[in-house]
């Protein structure tokens, strides 16, 4: 390979990544049903979005956070799916340097604010069951805005260290990378100098991307728990519950596959596995986000039909 930009410090002008499957066959089958993923993801989150946009009774904080994470979801699935869609159309994947580098970072920046994003609804859903009285102004529109902000910094300084880190790590080759994006476990395994930084970081990264939020998570349900089952009636308490329902699975689904991509940091064999998680971490979960959330949430429903029907919300 031809010296990179980059001087001596790197030999690798661009990657191979080796994808799903090398069977051509089966690449067609696959393009056909990650094209349809892709489509009814980006339409169902679009539809939601719309539906909190243009219904007034889904203009509250649980909806405002709702519909960023709509967004989320369309940015992220978008920074994997339209290139791996490409891939399978040619057979073939050879991504230059910089744009692995540049997906590396979209990738990590769009879903580390969702995952901060689930810590606010989580706090939302909080100060909404256990400080009712003072809701209103606990998560008035300022705070509301300062939470998105805090989140999207957060993440951009974690997306920004990663990349810069990669960046100067030597890659000499081989290239060929076994995944089907860009991502911090697969460029570790070839790079041909110390990772031992690179790893600590991905420690420090994962401690404040997962184990703090997830922490903060629990602690908000703990107490919203012990308020809801206070509460008297069964009716109230299954109201109660509900509105938190869809999140809890939204957020189960979130972590678990997430902290399954990064469990096995340095094991090369489990990069097959590790594509069958990545599959339902950045694929199958941005689309099943809308789906759980709009199933168990007549609100979101109705507002639903209203916008696929182009009937107004009612006075």
């Given at each position: 390979?031809?010296?990179?930009?980059?001087?001596?410090?790197?030999?690798?002008?661009?990657?191979?990544?080796?994808?799903?499957?090398?069977?051509?066959?089966?690449?067609?089958?696959?393009?056909?049903?990650?094209?349809?993923?892709?489509?009814?993801?980006?339409?169902?989150?679009?539809?939601?979005?719309?539906?909190?946009?243009?219904?007034?009774?889904?203009?509250?904080?649980?909806?405002?956070?709702?519909?960023?994470?709509?967004?989320?979801?369309?940015?992220?699935?978008?920074?994997?799916?339209?290139?791996?869609?490409?891939?399978?159309?040619?057979?073939?994947?050879?991504?230059?340097?910089?744009?692995?580098?540049?997906?590396?970072?979209?990738?990590?920046?769009?879903?580390?604010?969702?995952?901060?994003?689930?810590?606010?609804?989580?706090?939302?859903?909080?100060?909404?069951?256990?400080?009712?009285?003072?809701?209103?102004?606990?998560?008035?529109?300022?705070?509301?805005?300062?939470l998105v902000g805090i989140c999207c910094t957060i993440s951009f300084i974690n997306a920004l260290t990663h990349t810069v880190a990669v960046s100067v790590?030597?890659?000499?080759?081989?290239?060929?990378?076994?995944?089907?994006?860009?991502?911090?476990?697969?460029?570790?395994?070839?790079?041909?100098?110390?990772?031992?930084?690179?790893?600590?970081?991905?420690?420090?990264?994962?401690?404040?991307?997962?184990?703090?939020?997830?922490?903060?998570?629990?602690?908000?349900?703990?107490?919203?728990?012990?308020?809801?089952?206070?509460?008297?009636?069964?009716?109230?308490?299954?109201?109660?519950?509900?509105?938190?329902?869809?999140?809890?699975?939204?957020?189960?689904?979130?972590?678990?596959?997430?902290?399954?991509?990064?469990?096995?940091?340095?094991?090369?064999?489990?990069?097959?596995?590790?594509?069958g998680i990545g599959i339902l971490n950045t694929i199958l979960s941005p689309m099943l986000n809308p789906v759980i959330y709009s199933l168990q949430n007549?609100?979101?429903?109705?507002?639903?039909?209203?916008?696929?029907?182009?009937?107004?919300?009612?006075?």
């Open positions: 390979m031809e010296p990179g930009d980059l001087g001596n410090r790197t030999t690798v002008t661009e990657f191979i990544l080796v994808g799903l499957t090398e069977n051509v066959g089966l690449q067609s089958i696959l393009f056909v049903v990650f094209f349809f993923i892709y489509i009814v993801t980006v339409g169902s989150n679009f539809s939601t979005l719309a539906a909190i946009i243009v219904e007034p009774t889904l203009h509250t904080p649980m909806y405002y956070f709702l519909g960023i994470l709509s967004l989320l979801d369309i940015g992220y699935i978008t920074v994997i799916v339209p290139p791996m869609l490409v891939c399978l159309l040619a057979h073939q994947c050879r991504v230059p340097y910089a744009a692995c580098l540049s997906q590396l970072f979209f990738f990590h920046l769009l879903i580390g604010v969702d995952c901060h994003l689930l810590t606010a609804m989580a706090y939302d859903r909080y100060l909404a069951i256990c400080q009712p009285l003072t809701y209103s102004t606990r998560m008035s529109r300022e705070v509301q805005g300062a790590l030597d890659f000499c080759g081989p290239n060929i990378v076994n995944h089907f994006y860009c991502d911090l476990p697969p460029l570790f395994q070839l790079s041909c100098s110390s990772i031992h930084l690179n790893g600590q970081l991905l420690f420090v990264g994962a401690t404040f991307m997962g184990v703090i939020p997830m922490i903060l998570i629990s602690v908000s349900y703990a107490h919203v728990t012990a308020a809801v089952l206070h509460i008297r009636s069964s009716e109230g308490r299954n109201r109660a519950f509900s509105t938190c329902g869809s999140h809890l699975t939204v957020v189960c689904i979130f972590y678990v596959t997430g902290c399954s991509s990064y469990m096995c940091l340095s094991s090369v064999s489990a990069s097959d596995k590790d594509k007549p609100d979101v429903q109705g507002a639903l039909k209203r916008v696929l029907t182009g009937k107004r919300p009612p006075s």
